[in-house]
């Protein structure tokens, strides 16, 4: 006779594990790692190095001396968390303030809050915020591409935006694109900016690599990007004079890498779908407001954070539908 086993929830199983899902996150970012090693060189080298060791020293002295709880940092979180960092940060930064970011994104970032799956705030982000408030010229200082075997003594100058920010109230914003890179350049990578910034291409093959491995779901990426574009065309048509076009924005800057791995945090990002999309939406609309009407030229960074705050406001109010609910008629 067959028993019929009954046992409380939750009664979904999977193969998914946080290694194999942390670990196939940073799979995917090889390419754009791969480019910016090629433009940057060694400085790019150093900078991840440095960035991955200190956040995962960091979450095992956390963890085993102040929580004393048993150490979690070779799960691949602590890993990602200091390659999406060194993707935020100038490839020229002194490596004594990457040290200071990674503690920041460890410390603040993820284990005030418990460790992975309680913290509110996206680690990395937190990191690097962290490091522009405290290191302004440091963290807006970008290095020229091409230079490949130096460091600290890197030529540098402003990011695309910066130049647009610099410039959009003593010339028109067509004459400014006339002295940033082209969009193959933007597209490409060739440009100054974060190691995360100069990689569109390498970071939209990351993207199809998640997603085909399913390992994000495309309504935040989209749902960003395709805000950013629609509410920047709607500028540029209405004063080309003063407002870029919507693909200068898409390229430039770090919405590319906000929109694709610090916004889809799994911990840090909206549980349904419907969620994500409004999620998603608040961000580009406020990426938009930041980088055209802010103080400063980028403003994902300060939009995925702020949105983070909101997240479990929208995990309570928009939630899937109960299984077994009974459904009202009219």
């Not at 890197?154 to 109230?169: C, N, Q, R, S, Y």
């Not at 309504?219 to 574009?229: C, D, E, N």
């Amino acid at each position: 006779m067959n028993k019929l086993i009954v046992s409380p929830s939750p009664h979904a199983h999977s193969s998914e594990s946080v290694p194999k899902l942390m670990y196939g996150v940073i799979i995917s970012m090889l390419p754009a790692f791969a480019a910016s090693v090629y433009f940057f060189g060694i400085s790019m080298v150093i900078i991840t190095g440095v960035s991955i060791l200190s956040c995962i020293l960091f979450e095992y002295l956390i963890q085993k001396y102040l929580l004393k709880v048993k150490p979690t940092h070779l799960d691949g979180s602590a890993l990602l968390t200091g390659m999406l960092l060194a993707f935020c940060l100038p490839a020229n930064i002194p490596f004594w303030m990457v040290m200071i970011g990674a503690l920041a994104a460890i410390g603040i970032g993820k284990m005030t809050f418990g460790g992975l799956g309680n913290n509110i705030f996206n680690p990395a982000l937190v990191g690097r915020v962290f490091l522009f408030i405290s290191f302004p010229v440091a963290m807006t200082s970008y290095p020229e591409p091409g230079q490949l075997m130096k460091y600290t003594d890197a030529t540098t100058g402003a990011t695309p935006l910066g130049v647009l920010a610099e410039g959009i109230g003593n010339s028109t914003a067509g004459e400014i694109m006339a002295e940033v890179p082209g969009y193959m350049d933007l597209f490409l990578g060739k440009m100054m900016g974060s190691a995360g910034e100069v990689a569109a291409f390498a970071l939209l093959l990351g993207l199809i690599y998640m997603l085909v491995r399913k390992i994000i779901t495309w309504h935040i990426p989209v749902s960003i990007l395709g805000t950013v574009a629609v509410f920047t065309g709607i500028l540029w048509l209405a004063n080309p004079d003063s407002y870029a076009d919507p693909l200068f924005h898409l390229l430039t800057g770090g919405l590319m890498l906000g929109a694709i791995y610090m916004a889809t945090d799994y911990v840090t990002s909206p549980m349904t779908k419907k969620g994500m999309v409004i999620y998603g939406i608040l961000i580009g609309v406020l990426t938009v407001l930041i980088r055209v009407f802010g103080a400063y030229p980028e403003g994902v960074q300060f939009a995925i954070l702020i949105m983070n705050a909101f997240v479990p406001l929208l995990n309570k109010f928009i939630k899937p539908k109960r299984f077994g609910k009974e459904v009202q008629h009219g």
